[in-house]
């Protein structure tokens, strides 16, 4: 490679060293500053000159950037640095990511999953299939969801060291997000570049809804981000759910769909899984009974399917699966404490939904809402327009801004907090607010008898609730 066939790659402009790169001067590694080691290749949406002072320090083969500062331009030159500058990081990401595949990974069989809801179920749910059928995987869906997106070149790093560690890759199977963005701007047909620089043999698009208001502000703008990734995909095999309109539109080369309604469908759900009319999963060996966790099992088995795995390793895949943290996780039998990821309109609906169900008789169900912060007006006002369209009057409310566990990326504004309190004001919604989310959960332990649920939903304000819980139960 030389520096300037990766400049014009990635639509970059060189400073500083503009004659490098002999072959052997580049290791193949893209890579994070503080990782970095002699001949690699960092990323980042933004460098200053002491950054490339220590990069030089280094040895580091190139700095790739989108945002120089502080004299970084300036250093580069000074230092016969190569620097490339390019408007969008995301081509210089989706250039790492195809190069480490085609260097480090060729032969694996690579798998892409998108959607607005169950992306990380799905995703951990192949590789585990995939992982307890013998093969070696690698995914970038992880319990705490620190490498799920592929705005750097961590996932383009980890493949790498992976391989270096233990051998060839059988699989990779990659979380890829539907809607992508930096600092309130959007990263334009992300799921699509993202997933072309896979080349995938089999695509997942799991549903299509709103989430990232502001990056995106209607679901036409959600559908247009997605309905690129069937052309990504091209000749492989995207499995879609048929139960959603929307993904129902998309055109895919090698459409494969599931349903939870439609018998029609090669792979259904009723009363356990069926394929091609035949029972190949009991419901009693499901890892999950609620409806939307079983879709999420319909397109990872749909996934399986065709990529050619047995059928019984597939079973045995499902029954063994273990569900990553927050995912309708039950923290607490006495009361019954469920804690899920539940953050977007239909995350919530779906899963207030399915805890209705678990309510017998004189049980109380206490929902405890985490407001969304620094997230906009607009995705606080679906939430809890979702929240007022699930409620019944004999479920107790709690609302927590979360001030004491989130940092100031994910505090919640007066705005934000605002749209909560007027809209169930003005839905005669009873509900107590907590600035604290330890205040909120002591307040709501305190108040459920032992056979009541206490059902936690929301996102980086509801992370922490189980280490509080600890010292609380």
């Known amino acids: 490679m030389k520096i300037d066939e990766l400049a014009n790659s990635i639509n970059g402009k060189i400073f500083g060293n503009d004659d490098f790169f002999s072959g052997q001067d580049f290791t193949g590694r893209f890579t994070l500053l503080n990782d970095a080691k002699k001949g690699d290749i960092v990323i980042r949406h933004w460098i200053n000159g002491k950054g490339i002072e220590i ?82 995987v690698f995914t970038n869906t992880d319990s705490e969801s620190e490498f799920n997106t592929l705005i750097d070149p961590m996932v383009s790093k980890l493949i790498s060291d992976e391989v270096s560690a233990n051998g060839d890759l059988d699989y990779l199977v990659i979380e890829v997000s539907e809607v992508q963005g930096w600092l309130g701007s959007l990263m334009k047909n992300h799921a699509s570049l993202m997933s072309n620089a896979l080349n995938p043999s089999v695509g997942v698009i799991t549903n299509i809804a709103m989430d990232h208001i502001g990056l995106v502000n209607s679901i036409d703008e959600v559908y247009d981000e997605v309905s690129a990734v069937p052309q990504s995909i091209g000749n492989g095999i995207t499995i879609l759910n048929y139960d959603d309109e929307l993904v129902r539109k998309l055109e895919a080369k ?76 039950k923290l607490n039998d006495e009361p019954l404490i469920i804690d899920d990821f539940a953050h977007n309109p ?5 899963t207030i939904k399915e805890t209705i169900k678990l309510v017998n008789g004189s049980q109380k169900l206490h929902v405890v809402c985490a407001i969304r912060g620094s997230r906009g007006v607009e995705i606080n006002q679906l939430n ?38 007027d809209i169930l004001n003005q839905n005669n919604v009873s509900y107590t607010h907590f600035d604290n989310l330890v205040d909120c959960l002591c307040e709501v332990y305190g108040l459920a008898d032992k056979n009541d649920i206490i059902l936690l939903i929301g996102a980086q304000g509801m992370d922490p609730a189980e280490s509080l819980l600890k010292n609380i139960l």
């Not at 239909?346 to 779906?350: M, Q, R, S």
Request: hydrophobic share 40%; glycine share 4%; net charge negative.
């Open 384 to 421: 809890v327009e979702a929240l007022v369209e699930v409620l019944n009057e004999d479920i107790n409310l709690f609302l927590s801004s979360s001030n004491d566990v989130v940092n100031d990326l994910n505090y919640v504004t007066p705005d934000e907090r605002k749209v909560f309190f």
């Open 55 to 136: 990069a030089s320090d280094k040895n580091i083969a190139c700095i790739i950037t989108q945002n120089p500062k502080d004299g970084a331009i300036e250093t580069a030159n000074e230092l016969n640095f190569p620097l490339i500058i390019t408007d969008k990081i995301e081509l210089a990401n989706a250039y790492a990511l195809k190069w480490t595949v085609k260097k480090y990974s060729p032969d694996s069989v690579n798998i892409v999953i998108t959607g607005t809801n169950g992306k990380s179920t799905t995703s951990h749910m192949i590789y585990h299939i995939l992982n307890s059928a013998g093969y070696h």
């Open 346 to 350: 239909d995350g919530i609906k779906n």
């Open 254 to 329: 090698n459409p494969f769909y599931w349903s939870m309604d439609n018998n029609s469908c090669e792979l259904y759900f009723n009363d356990g899984i069926f394929y091609n009319g035949d029972l190949i999963i009991k419901k009693e060996d499901l890892p999950f009974s609620s409806n939307h966790f079983v879709q999420n099992i319909l397109s990872a088995v749909g996934a399986c399917i065709n990529l050619g795995i047995d059928l019984n390793q597939i079973n045995e895949g499902v029954k063994t699966y273990r569900a990553l943290n927050r995912r309708f996780a």
